[in-house]
């Protein structure tokens, strides 16, 4: 398949160069601190469907999003994530026995708590009895937590579920290299000295050599970063829309943090340290101090840099999922209803953050609805380019019909709905918890701001991505 950016710049008129393909308009400083306005409660039809079960999101918490290396690095994943756990307990006051099933997303492993969603739940006191496993799908294992715990409620064969995802950054794996595995391996099977010592000998300096993870796809070697600058420059997307959307999310985010708006963080007393009450990764500075930063990946003229990227993030969330009998029955009143959800996959090299773009659409006509329809998208925010590439894409009527395989575009989320309490940029990330986060922060939107429909959306390492449709609960 011709690439995107093979076909932009061989294929389009030179003056274009994308740039009158894929116009958006451009992100205006006085847009950067714009408070949302109240959604005007509309009258809509519900997304109840007869025969299945609603389910429901009663509520959800986050401990604090951290950059890495702060007060979680000295830390275990487990430990982040039952501070998830013990929070919503705390929030919800569910009686621990009624959980019929524990499962959580977390992408980079720790080997000692591969299933960290087990451990996690018996750190948290749940009962033994209760199962829980743990699945992983990038940037949207936490979607795919709850997704899973949808299914299993919508199938019958459970009414509560607790979903959830956690990532520690500060302490990832790093391996001894292969050669130095296979010597120590060998070493351990010997069975004489004369064997160990001829083992020995075939050691070199360069077997010390480690192994260190990167956010790199497999199947093409590239960092994500250096994928999201290629995609920035297909799209046209310049350095200062990308800074002025950066700077958007920051700002945002601020004014939310200072509001009380995030109420999904939990605080957690780290053990040995302080209480941590919010995220500290909000940092709103000014385009001029951007602008001096280097590009990070493509260098000298690559237009994504630190400013513009979401950083290395700890953290955990989780959420409470119920049948809507069964939460009515215990008493409670749901945040708001899960609706239809979509996965979707195409090429990582040249559509590896385009996700949205392809889940939009699909979910929006699973459920009968449109773009207009929708009051709060939560769209997750890996780079600033990857949030216009997707604008633009969805925006054109020719990326629809040439590669969407579609007659015409779904179109442009509206900026005064869209990620109005920041973002990933700004929140910070941790890979396996972000889904929780986008879904809470769209059914706390929607009361607030007093709106019906949220839609969820997030890219994924592997060219994959995920959208899903949010139901306010009726007050």
């Not at 992408?107 to 743990?134: C, M, W, Y």
């Not at 216009?388 to 395989?405: C, H, R, T």
């Not at 769209?442 to 007093?450: P, Q, S």
Request: proline content about 5%; hydrophobic content about 40%.
């Amino acid at each position: 398949m011709t690439t995107i950016l093979t076909y932009a710049f061989k294929n389009l008129p030179t003056t274009s160069k994308w740039a009158l393909g894929f116009s958006i308009r451009p992100l205006s400083c006085s847009s950067q601190l714009r408070a949302a306005p109240a959604v005007q409660t509309k009258t809509k039809k519900t997304l109840t469907k007869p025969n299945i079960r609603n389910i429901v999101v009663v509520d959800g918490v986050r401990t604090p999003f951290l950059l890495s290396g702060t007060s979680y690095k000295d830390l275990m994943p487990h430990d982040v994530a039952r501070a998830a756990l013990t929070g919503l307990l705390h929030r919800t006051s569910v009686p621990k026995e009624v959980v019929d099933y524990i499962i959580f997303g977390t992408v980079i492993q720790e080997v000692k708590t591969s299933n960290v969603a087990r451990e996690a739940a018996l750190g948290a006191g749940f009962s033994d009895k209760t199962p829980a496993h743990t699945v992983t799908m990038a940037c949207i294992s936490a979607n795919q937590a709850m997704t899973t715990g949808v299914g299993l409620i919508a199938s019958g064969q459970c009414d509560v579920v607790v979903a959830g995802g956690v990532e520690l950054m500060s302490d990832i794996p790093i391996r001894h290299s292969r050669k130095m595995r296979k010597l120590m391996l060998d070493l351990n099977k010997a069975k004489s000295v004369g064997q160990r010592l001829s083992l020995i000998s075939k050691f070199r300096l360069n077997f010390l050599a480690p192994e260190l993870p990167a956010v790199a796809e497999f199947s093409t070697s590239e960092t994500m970063g250096h994928s999201a600058d290629r995609l920035a420059a297909a799209f046209a997307v310049s350095r200062l829309e990308q800074d002025e959307y950066a700077l958007r999310s920051h700002s945002l985010a601020k004014k939310a943090q200072d509001e009380g708006l995030l109420s999904d963080v939990v605080p957690f007393k780290v053990p040995g340290k302080d209480t941590v009450t919010k995220d500290n990764g909000i940092r709103p500075s000014s385009l001029e101090q951007m602008a001096k930063l280097k590009p990070a990946f493509i260098r000298p003229y690559g237009t994504v840099t630190a400013a513009n990227s979401s950083f290395l993030t700890d953290g955990a969330s989780a959420v409470l999922i119920m049948a809507e009998e069964k939460a009515l029955a215990m008493g409670y009143k749901p945040k708001a209803y899960l609706r239809d959800f979509m996965y979707v996959s195409q090429d990582p090299k040249d559509q590896l953050l385009l996700g949205p773009t392809y889940a939009t659409p699909k979910v929006l006509e699973k459920a009968g609805l449109t773009m207009n329809d929708i009051d709060a998208f939560e769209f997750h925010e890996a780079f600033s380019g990857q949030i216009l590439a997707n604008f633009k894409a969805m925006d054109s009527d020719w990326f629809a019909q040439n590669y969407m395989g579609r007659k015409t575009k779904v179109g442009l989320p509206p900026l005064e709905k869209f990620n109005n309490w920041g973002g990933s940029l700004s929140l910070g990330h941790p890979f396996g918890a972000t889904g929780c986060r986008l879904v809470m922060t769209a059914a706390n939107r929607l009361r607030k701001e007093g709106g019906q429909y949220g839609l969820v959306a997030a890219c994924a390492a592997g060219g994959q991505g995920h959208a899903m449709i949010v139901e306010a609960y009726p007050k």
